[in-house]
């Protein structure tokens, strides 16, 4: 089925810049590691669009519609169809001191300046040169397009505009309870405290009233659980000794040893009876003879 403007559409493409040969974007993890702009903070995976939402450039949105899915495109944009041609009046000269709160400006790096992105171009004494350009302005670009998926479930369209503006959270996390006109949006606990979580959440009830008249109000719940206490560990100095059921019936079974008598308290020793001296009985002995002679 050949899509059209309004449909909801997962995307895959890997862009090149002509005059240089160059990939500079994708959808694929293979082909950024190739290409040496994979970046670990970076999701690859088809992009979700709303065909004819400016979501991509203008000549490419025109050159899907009425592409069957599944059927790859090379599409070649000039910079009018793409992002623009370079405007010299976008270029600012601002004093290096401004920076001192950032990162040491390079000729190349990417930054948020006065609240817009820009492009470093040139370090001098003192000032910077900033391009407010897009990097991509003023190039041929190359796209290698194909439609992933059109997709006709409703949740899942509603996942995929959460997945838009709160990424940091994977979209099978969140919950959706629908009654009538009433939607119910579950938040996962990892979401509670992200940066802009409140902007995000407007944004998201924006879009969803914007694409689905139906849906009146949007109510977004967020549930704290008690946390289970954890178990206590025992002392490390603390050991335990398992005695096994067979282990007890051995030792009932066994006799018992013989306690040890307890020490009585020390006792005086007697005098021992006093013997009679040898020598007086010898004596009476001899008086006795001496009697009867």
């Known amino acids: ?3 059209k403007p309004g449909d909801f559409l ?7 810049v002509k005059e240089s040969g160059e990939t500079v974007d994708t959808t694929f993890d293979s082909v950024a590691k190739d290409a040496h702009i994979h970046r670990e903070d970076s999701t690859f995976g088809p ?6 939402e400016g979501w991509l450039p203008k000549g490419l949105e ?21 992002f623009g041609a370079r405007d010299p009046q976008k270029m600012r000269l601002v004093p290096l001191r401004r920076f001192r709160d950032k990162e040491y400006p390079t000729p190349g790096q990417q930054v948020e300046f006065d609240g817009r992105p820009a492009v470093v171009r040139a370090v001098g004494a003192g000032r910077v040169q900033v391009d407010y350009n897009h990097p991509l302005a003023g190039r041929t670009l190359v796209y290698d397009v194909s439609i992933d998926k059109v997709l006709d479930n409703e949740n899942e369209k509603i996942l995929n505009l959460i997945a ?3 990424p940091e959270v994977p979209k099978e996390k969140f919950a959706l309870k629908k009654h009538q006109s009433d939607l119910t949006i579950d938040v996962p606990e990892e979401a509670f405290y992200l940066s802009g ?10 879009d969803l009233q914007k ?46 040893t013989t306690p040890k008598k307890p020490k009585s308290p020390a006792k005086k020793k007697e005098a021992a009876p006093r013997k009679a001296s040898t020598s007086t009985s010898r004596k009476r002995a001899k008086m006795g003879s001496e009697n009867q002679r």
């Open 197 to 206: 979580l409140q902007v995000a959440k407007k944004a998201v009830t924006s």
């Open 62 to 82: 025109e050159s899907l519609v009425g592409l069957d899915p599944g059927t790859n495109k090379t599409v070649e944009l000039t910079p009018e169809k793409g």
């Open 211 to 256: 694409f689905f008249p139906d849906i009146g109000t949007v109510a977004f719940q967020e549930v704290f659980k008690r946390s289970e206490p954890k178990p206590e560990l025992p002392a490390s100095t603390a050991k335990v000794t398992e005695v096994s059921p067979e282990k007890e019936e051995d030792e009932e079974a066994a006799p018992a």
């Open 47 to 52: 992009k979700f669009i709303i065909l004819g």
């Open 1 to 3: 089925m050949a899509v």
């Open 10 to 16: 997962l995307v895959n493409y890997t862009l090149k």
């Open 164 to 166: 838009l503006r709160i």
